[in-house]
T-cell receptor, first 114, second 115 residues
């Protein structure tokens, strides 16, 4: 398995500001992902973080709102830009094993936008 | 679009009972299915992974089965304990042109095991 850490674990932010969430993995992984879990909803994939190139976004998510960086095989950041109360969610970083496709998740970042 | 449904949404059982959580999915062309556990304020813990060619997987008191043709999976928990209290999530991996094999999640079953 992989050990994944996220910073911050939680934050309360004001409308219109931006927050950058960091994800660190204890080993090199090819595939890293960012998910969102809105209250009472299932997890939704935001994007795949690609090392050395632009992230691949799912339908409904755009780079201007959720810019993602992945400078190496163990680290990625997700920024939630120009936040509104609708962005209040848990944001989770995830990695996937190349051999079995089993996925592992970080502890999540609980974001509240006021 | 893959739809994943979990039944029941919530379940309360006394300690020691055996229980079954259900997961159904609409598109049978899955790559694998994974069961997770989510504790309040924490991330997801992977419990079991079943490849599409497999019928079941076991880990300790947990047994997960997969019937791909009918679009169903069950998670069986034997001799439940209060420490099993958590939300259990089912996710299926489906080939996605954007992200390769993306995970599609159900909303989960919230389990409470009372002493």
């Amino acid at each position: 398995s992989a050990v994944i850490s996220q910073k911050p674990s939680r934050d309360i932010c004001q409308r219109g500001t931006s927050l950058t969430i960091q994800c660190q993995v204890d080993s090199q992984v090819t595939m890293m992902f960012w998910y969102r879990q809105q209250p009472g909803q299932s997890l939704t994939l935001i994007a795949t973080a690609n090392q050395g190139s632009e992230a691949t976004y799912e339908s409904g998510f755009v780079i201007d709102k959720f810019p993602i960086s992945r400078p190496n095989l163990t680290f990625s950041t997700l920024t939630v830009s120009n936040m509104s109360p609708e962005d209040s969610s848990i944001y989770l970083c995830s990695v996937r094993r190349a051999d079995s496709y089993e996925q592992y998740f970080g502890p999540g970042t609980r974001l509240t936008v006021t | 679009k893959q739809e994943v449904t979990q039944i029941p949404a919530a379940l309360s059982v006394p300690e020691g009972e055996n229980l079954v959580l259900n997961c159904s999915f609409t598109d049978s062309a899955i790559y694998n299915l994974q069961w997770f556990r989510q504790d309040p304020g924490k991330g997801l813990t992977s419990l079991l992974l079943i490849q599409s060619s497999q019928r079941e997987q076991t880990s300790g008191r947990l047994n997960a089965s997969l019937d791909k043709s009918s679009g169903r999976s069950t998670l069986y928990i034997a001799a439940s304990q209060p420490g099993d209290s958590a939300t259990y999530l089912c996710a299926v991996s489906l080939l996605n042109s954007n992200s390769g094999y993306a995970l599609n999640f159900g909303k989960g079953t919230s389990l409470l095991v009372t002493p």
